[in-house]
């Protein structure tokens, strides 16, 4: 399916560390777009990239793409306390509707 | 504030009953999208509407509808309502459908 699937489900760090958060798919995309939800909250649009992009970075931000291998990471360098949230990627095919899958769980310790 | 607003915030109800959730979108956009978020299954795609028509359905059940109106705002019908319905369910809105898709604060949906 189009869905995608973050990995890990869960990820503890400090603050000031950075965090890595990947995301599979299973078919070809034409774009990929990363999510945050904050506890019970809306989702926040974070970064689209492009199927024909490699790297995007958006300040603290930097997400990847690799359609030879369908997958993606989103790295977020010298994390706060306030990026503690979950995070999703969501691919969108041939309809752009981005398919969401259960998302990262991101605490950041102070 | 993405620009998506949703009425209600808060909704509880019984078993058996209807409701309406109503999405308004980003000024300017014409695509608006449902979804629902519940702890089981995650975050679904119900369906979507472009300038008020119906473009693409995704796992909406047919005790669920939905509409666009003339002036683009959306509303999301539930009826016979279960428990299994509990969920926040989002709006979200595009301009032409094929970028960054702004999601509303949701309405969270309580039935007893």
């Known amino acids: 399916s189009q869905q995608g699937e973050e990995d890990p489900q869960a990820l503890s760090i400090q603050e000031g560390e950075n965090a890595t958060m990947n995301c599979s798919y299973k078919?070809?995309?034409?774009?990929l777009q990363w999510y945050r939800q904050n506890s019970g909250r809306g989702l926040v649009h974070l970064i689209l990239?492009?199927?024909?992009?490699r790297e995007k970075h958006s300040g603290r931000l930097r997400v990847t793409l690799d359609t030879s291998k369908k997958s993606s990471s989103l790295l977020i360098t010298a994390s706060r306390a306030a990026d503690t949230a979950s995070y999703f990627c969501a691919p969108e095919g041939g309809s752009y509707i981005p398919t969401f899958g259960r998302g990262t769980s991101l605490i950041v310790h102070p | 504030d993405s620009g998506v607003t949703q009425t209600p915030k808060h909704l509880i109800t019984a078993t058996g009953q209807r409701v309406t959730l109503r999405c308004s979108p980003r000024?300017?956009?014409?695509?608006v999208y449902w979804y629902q978020q519940s702890l089981d299954q995650g975050l679904q795609f119900l369906i979507q509407y472009y300038n008020g028509e119906e473009r693409a359905k995704g796992n909406i059940l047919e005790r669920f509808s939905a509409q666009q109106f003339p002036d683009l705002h959306s509303e999301l019908n539930l009826s016979s309502l279960e428990l299994g319905d509990s969920a926040l369910y989002f709006c979200?809105?595009?301009?032409?459908?094929?970028?960054?898709?702004?999601f509303g604060p949701g309405t969270r949906l309580l039935v007893l």
């Open positions: 000024s300017g956009d014409l695509s």
């Open positions: 078919t070809s995309i034409n774009n």
């Open positions: 990239i492009r199927s024909n992009e």
């Open positions: 979200a809105s595009s301009g032409d459908g094929k970028e960054t898709q702004y």
